[in-house]
């Protein structure tokens, strides 16, 4: 509910248990007021004020603009950075008007001598306690603006208090690791220039006071950018008590020329508050993916047990290794079979052929539908991989257009993967990945494309543009990607997309209004992806999260773990396969059998269900991950033991999420129990030895 004080002029934005509070202040600005749990009455919220000045300070300076121009001796982050035509690079941007709907409010501001005006939008989630922000830059003027820095916008959270920041950091087969520390009298910056969302920082963070909170209890501020281009969130925290938090398109090498009457909108910044610990945080954060958030088609619908040749075959097959495959795929229970990279053109090895979308004729004679019929007839669905934002140096395409890439004339063109990057900012390049991809989906019964995107950005030239939009590239190109999806989403709307950039280079909340999964690392050993799956649980729900059963000895480390556990960890997200299933034994397929069938009487409660992190993989020999249904009726818990030594009996495990007085049947056990006495007593564990692990379904039966 939005209320609105008119005698203070400030506007209380109120969600589930939290507030959020605006206000107009005596500068014309409109300032942050409050952020935190709910307030009985509207007279309870503090007015909006400007606070004392200091020697050396300006009011300004200490005050919490929530859409700040860079104007006047202001000195933190700035929301919008600009030069007018006249070369003043001075935004003094003042509160105009508001309007509201029942679930967003929009604040226009308005510059003081300039037709340029911004409107700040708020949309609630009230369920979810959180709201997203964006804001609108309208040039009303018949001259362009260069916008140096448009960002989405700013948040504050309780003045002078200590915060721990936490944060998802990672690298190439190491994706979104959980880091957390004090934030300091100083200025966080979290970002990528690498032009994609990027494996190393995610547009995540969470803040508590005082590192107070717990999973279960305990304040937490949080916020997510959905960005999928450079991004950029600052986190500054000055000797004045001031907490600052400022998201959006990353500055670095950016601008916009802003013409004559047009718009600029910002991607949209989430921000959220828990007063139940990073749980509720991460909870909410999931519920608002999986009800608003992802594609609406297959919004609800549960996904696929899928089988990828990739790890199997890399680049060396063809249709009738692929058939045997697919047979042995669909009797252990997979639904959807995806063909990785390798199909097309003269596409050997990574050194040939991206952007020669044709069926290479030697791997498959008869075209792909031959293949496709065989997956069909065994009761599959058909998915396969591309990427369609790259080109090889060797490729038809490339020495048809050697200027379809981003580069600089005079400079050598850095090939990383020996592939450089088409050049989504012009239109022709979109236009030709809209229709190679209409056309493979027209030609051929394609359910699942995984949309691979395989390296970061260098000489970002566009020479063919003007200059003043050399540096929008970095935006165009990530809206570009939208754009295409939307298209052929548009034509195709029963073909599900996957984000995969190397693994999980590309996941945030831009993403994922667009493509339907996400890949989350092309590290797939079971024990490493506990602690990559965790940390994506922060911020992103299970549903999206693809994760592959793959060899017992994992290549990457050499480490051997079992079927089972290697089941276990991958059936805590989007249950895949990619080991070489002609190597299985008779036996292997059996028990595989058996956990494909689990899994697909747990996934509902996985992938629909609230996911509690009941022991971390961080810091503990034992780590266990519970979900429930929406009912609390059924809940499944997935419990590993790294090691266990000196003949130690487990700890029992408390569990969390259930109704305290219902009754509950733990699986394998006579005597039904209270979900009270499953949170403060626990259940028993038999795991052993190293690298054990099991699943315990838990149903209500009173
Ligand atoms: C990337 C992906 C892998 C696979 C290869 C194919 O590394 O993350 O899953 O698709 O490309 O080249």
Redesign the pocket.
Known sequence: MIRFDDQRTIWVMETKTAAYAIGLCESGTINHIYFGEKLPYLSDYPNASIEAKYPYTLGSELSAEEFMGWSKAKFTEPCLKATFADHVRDVVLEYCSWSMTADTLTIVLKDQHYPLSVLVTYKLYEEFDIIERSATIVNESEQCVALEAVLSGSTYVPKHQNYRLGYLTGKWVGETQFDQMMLTTTKVVLESRRGTTSHFANPFYTLDPNGQATEKSGEVYFGALAFSGNWKITLEKDRLGLVKISAGVNDFDFSWDLKPHSNFTTPSFYIGYSNAGFGEASRNLHRLQRQHLLPAPARGELRKVLY?S?DAT??DFDEDLQAKLAVEAASIGVELFVI???WFGKRMN?KAGLGDWYVNPEKFPRGLNGLIEKVNALGMDFGL?V?PEMVNPDSDLYRAHPNWVYHFPTRLRTEIRNQLILNLAREDVREYIVGFMDELLSKHPIKFI?W?M?RNFSEPGNPEAPISEQREVWVRHALGVYEIVTKLKERHPKVLFQS????GGRVDLGIIQYFDQV?TS?NTDAYDRLRIQEGFSFAYCAKIMEAWVSDEVHPLNQRKLSLKYRFHSAMMGNLGIGDNLLKWSDTEKEEARELVELYKNIRPIVQHGDQYRLLSPRNNELSATMYVNRSKDEAVVFIFLRSNSFASTLPKLRLDGLEDHALYLIEGEQQPISGKALKQVGIKLNLIGDFDSTVIRINRVG
């Open positions: 990828n990739w890399y680049f990785d990279d390798g990574d991989w990427e995984k691979d395989n995969c950039s190397g693994g890949w092309d």
